[in-house]
């Protein structure tokens, strides 16, 4: 069994073949699928999809930082609310992202900071989007640890320094589709890092594996990546989903 770790399947990108996409991740061995919150307009569709397969698909709650903009204090409000009304597998995605624009950095790290302390408060997990900002989330992180440690660095594409720095503090790597590309180098620092370490996903519907790159990555896709961590670490697919699957257990507690 596939485990994809961090997939936004409430997507509209999904809407029109949603159920045949799950079927084909059935049959491509794919089982469970951990949902990351982005903002107030992805919580309903995003709970809609967790009642439909409530075995499957396990919602998160949290405002990822690209979203951090004016009114980011009422949006923080009811995130908060909907944690303490009921549990989610982790508080996530949060973060910061300077990729796009650096006009809300302060923003970015007071939101972050404000849902690391909610985590730790109700004891759960965090998943972290780390773009352009990797010292930034450091930083955070020295001055609101997660406590106790653990977590998930989504969609890591990183140095093998930063990965060293990340397994250190006790989080996971969560490897996608990146890996399969040519000249990422990701693939070279899969090789070193003990599979212990690694958890899988798609990041659906954005970047898709090679040989789909470029277009809509969807929930099947997820296999492709475990062949090639399979590939790099010269052990089976079977071996690669049990392990990688118990580390999202180890971190989700699903």
Request: some cysteine; charged content about 25%; overall charge negative.
């Amino acid at each position: 069994m596939l485990t994809d770790t961090h997939i936004h399947l409430y997507a509209t990108e999904f809407d029109e073949d949603r159920s045949s996409l799950f079927m084909a991740a059935h049959e491509a061995g794919v089982e469970r699928f951990f949902l990351p919150n982005i903002d107030t307009a992805s919580i309903e569709p995003m709970l809609a999809l967790e009642k439909a397969f409530p075995q499957r698909c396990f919602p998160m709650m949290g405002l990822h930082p690209c979203y951090v903009k004016d009114n980011w204090q009422e949006e923080l409000s009811i995130v908060e609310s909907w944690l303490r009304k009921r549990d989610f597998c982790a508080v996530g995605e949060i973060g910061i992202d300077l990729y796009w624009d650096k006009t809300y950095l302060k923003e970015q790290q007071e939101a972050f900071r404000q849902q690391i302390r909610w985590a730790n408060e109700l004891n759960r997990p965090i998943v972290i989007h780390c773009r352009e900002s990797f010292s930034e989330i450091m930083d955070v992180l020295d001055d609101t640890p997660k406590s106790p440690t653990c977590g998930i660095f989504h969609c890591f594409s990183g140095t093998m320094e930063q990965a060293q720095a990340i397994i250190r503090r006790g989080f996971l790597l969560g490897i996608g589709g990146v890996v399969t590309f040519k000249k990422s180098g990701l693939d070279a620092i899969v090789a070193e890092i003990p599979i212990e370490n690694i958890v899988l996903e798609t990041d659906g519907p954005y970047l898709a594996p090679t040989p789909h790159r470029g277009k809509r990555n969807v929930p099947a896709y997820l296999r492709l990546i475990a062949e090639k961590v399979a590939e790099i670490k010269n052990i089976s697919v079977e071996e690669v989903a049990q392990i990688t699957t118990q580390n999202s257990r180890n971190v989700f507690g699903r």
